[in-house]
């Protein structure tokens, strides 16, 4: 489960909650409970901000976890473990942190990405898979794209330039590649085109180190129509009371000018005779 499916619950999710316990202690292999996004559900009851449903709710389950259990493990993701309630630390029993990927890994990370959005099937098998995945191939045409020149040293290259990146940003990364490639008239992926997209996930990455981790964290989450409309009521929203760093807005509205020239040059590349 994801810790935001809690909240629109309102009144109900003490009784959803319980029975979700009551189902488990039934179960006679026992059950391991996963909450993604744990902050969203357990934050911390001091703060002002929550209703009393939640309040109500996180009661009830720091209650129905706050004895040993044999049939029930809970497993806990988050982000931001500091905005955790204090109580549900008391109730953590292993820790365990997972940093940015190294430098080795995020090679390995890259490879696989690769082979996964950027290869075309080649096997009978591969290819039987992909009309699997995509039916409307067969009278659409869907292009496959294809690599050429993208060697060991080219994905160690990146490797090395993406320092601080997290696997997500690289997931997208590679998928942007896939859809560069793909929308050109000759769908073909170059390292010259995957280093043009590396520059502005890097000029991107740049500009999330300004923003505040709560503004990264709601971001991570949104897509790109969401991410624009958030964009564009932060600029209509006026705060007087919290004026922003001229030098901050000034470095934002510099990245995110190079960002746009980045987008400009990625046009001209898929459309040269219309700019």
Known sequence: MVG?????????????????????DKQKNGIILFIDEADAFLRNRKSGEMSEYMRHT?????????????????????????????????????????????????????????????????????????????????????????????????VQDVANQTEGFSGRELT????????????????????????????KFKLQHELKRTWSKEDVALMEKMDETELAK?????HQTVEPQKERDPDAVRRQEEMMGKINAERMEMKAMRDPQKL
């Open 230 to 234: 958030f964009m564009q009521q932060q």
């Open 58 to 154: 996180i009661n009830s389950f720091l209650y129905r976890t706050g004895s040993p259990s044999d049939n029930v493990i809970i497993v806990l993701a988050t982000n931001a473990p500091e905005q955790l309630d204090e109580a549900v630390h008391d109730r953590i029993d292993e820790i365990i942190g997972f940093g940015l990927p190294s430098v080795n890994e995020r090679k390995t990370m890259l490879f696989h990405y690769l082979v996964k959005y950027c290869q075309p099937p080649r096997t009978t098998g591969e290819k039987l898979s992909f009309l699997y995945r995509h039916p409307r191939s067969l009278y659409t045409g869907k292009k496959l794209i294809r690599m050429e020149g993208v060697s060991t040293e080219v």
């Open 172 to 199: 997208k990364m590679v998928i942007a590649w896939h859809d560069a490639a793909f929308t050109l008239p000759e769908p073909v992926l170059t390292p010259e085109l995957m280093f043009k997209v590396l520059k």
């Open 4 to 24: 935001s499916d809690i909240a629109p619950m309102g009144p109900l999710a003490v009784r959803e909650l319980n029975k979700l316990f009551d189902w488990a």
